[in-house]
């Protein structure tokens, strides 16, 4: 009996780490290979954003792009600016999200959550709705939409047809 298989390439980010508080407007996000197959070297590029509010696809909302699309070799570590109006200064509000392209689809990877006080914005509504969702410091689940090579679509098996969803 053929299953459909997937396979699992996730971005393990290290800082910032679940549960800090950042004070600034520039934050340094670093990230590492989990050790799950493909290796991050079998991703091709990313995208990252910074988000807030609940661990759901609808409680949470993107507030900034942080990094557009960048290929994976130019390192494991990125410094971004953030808009400080973009949002409240809550506990624990705050997640990063990779986008990353392969061969044969994309995987989102998130962050845990963390604070940023430098914060001067008001959070709406969708946001302030999906925080009261959320008890501690776990981001939302890895959403992986990469298929083993045998089971792809047609089309599917190059990197530009993964890119193709790349800009969600």
């Given at each position: 009996a053929a299953l459909l298989s997937f396979v699992v390439a996730d971005?393990?980010?290290?800082s910032p780490t679940a549960g800090s508080s950042?004070?600034?407007?520039?934050?340094t996000i670093q990230w590492k290979?989990?050790?799950?197959?493909?290796?991050?070297s079998a991703l091709v590029t990313y995208q990252m954003f910074l988000c807030a509010g609940g661990n759901t696809d609808t409680s949470y909302i993107q507030l900034e792009t942080?990094?557009?699309q960048v290929?994976?070799?130019?390192g494991d570590s990125v410094t971004a600016t953030i808009t400080p109006g973009l949002g409240a200064d809550v506990q624990n509000a705050y997640f990063i999200k990779v986008i990353s392209a392969a061969t044969g689809g994309t995987i989102i990877n998130f962050s845990g959550r963390f604070s940023l006080t430098s914060m001067t914005g008001v959070f709406p509504a969708t946001v302030q709705a999906g925080?009261?969702?959320?008890?501690g410091t776990k981001g939302p689940e890895t959403v992986n939409q990469?298929?083993?090579?045998?089971?792809?679509?047609?089309?599917?098996?190059s990197v530009a047809a993964g890119a193709a969803e790349f800009n969600t």
């Open positions: 971005v393990k980010f290290t950042k004070a600034g407007l520039e934050i290979d989990s050790g799950a197959d493909p290796p991050i942080l990094v557009q290929d994976f070799t130019t925080l009261k969702t959320v008890s990469i298929s083993s090579p045998q089971n792809a679509a047609p089309g599917a098996g």
